[in-house]
């Protein structure tokens, strides 16, 4: 596809629950970012990589988070043990470059996550 | 980085011109100013994005006075459809990928 495609774009789980959220990226993008976004707030920062490795990690709240990018395409991250607070709307982003490099993000439209 | 204050929302009518003004007091030298818009339900959308003076695409106008110190998205006449929340980012040549978005302003065009 043209775009970032997220799936689930829904997902509603219970509490402890173990969650993965996909993200496939535009074809050719070398960075890919994950973000988390609460109802009212703007996106809050999580992981950002640079083909397959993770180049910052700093913003993954705990242990309980975990992202991947095997090939340096599609992402997956994942959530163990879900508690309610991971409830967010979890978007992700590509561009053609990564840090040092002003160009645009592309978003998906993301995957909103309940915990119940 | 540096934090950005905006209003929390703005009101307008279809046909008119939008000005969202954004300050920026702590900008550092090698920071750009970018802005995105955000529809319900859909991830953030590049608008624009500028280091000094003027910069115009198809979408927006976006001023930046000499201190840099503030910035200002401008809207030509909006319709309905630019309803949305406008973020305004500082971003860092040497981190660019690490956004602070902020809560944004919500703007809403009435008919």
């Known amino acids: 596809g043209a775009g970032v495609s997220q799936t689930p774009s829904n997902k509603v789980t219970e509490k402890g629950k173990y969650v993965e959220l996909r993200c496939d990226p535009i074809?050719?993008?070398?960075?890919l970012y994950w973000y988390r976004q609460s109802l009212g707030q703007g996106p809050e920062f999580l992981i950002y990589f640079q083909g397959t490795g993770a180049a910052d990690d700093s913003g993954l709240p705990n242990d309980r988070f975990f992202a991947v990018r095997p090939e340096g395409s599609v992402s997956t991250l994942k959530i163990q043990r879900t508690e309610r607070g991971d409830s967010a709307v979890y978007l992700c982003?590509?561009?053609?470059?990564?840090?040092?490099?002003?160009?645009?993000?592309?978003f998906g439209e993301g995957s909103r996550l309940t915990v119940l | 980085l540096a934090k950005t204050t905006q209003p929390i929302s703005m009101d307008s009518y279809e046909g008119q011109e939008v000005n969202i003004t954004c300050s920026h007091n702590?900008?550092?030298?090698?920071?750009?100013i970018t802005w995105y818009q955000q529809f319900p339900s859909q991830g953030p959308r590049f608008i624009i994005q500028?280091?000094?003076t003027k910069v115009t695409n198809e979408v927006a106008s976006l001023f930046i006075p000499a201190d840099r110190k503030s910035s200002t998205l401008s809207l030509p006449r909006v319709s309905l459809s630019d309803t949305a929340v406008y973020y305004c980012l500082v971003d860092p040549m040497d981190s660019s990928y690490k956004l602070i978005f902020g809560s944004g302003t919500r703007l809403l065009v009435r008919p």
């Open positions: 500028g280091y000094k």
């Open positions: 982003a590509s561009s053609l470059g990564g840090a040092g490099n002003t160009g645009e993000l592309f």
């Open positions: 074809s050719g993008h070398t960075a």
């Open positions: 702590n900008i550092a030298t090698n920071d750009y």
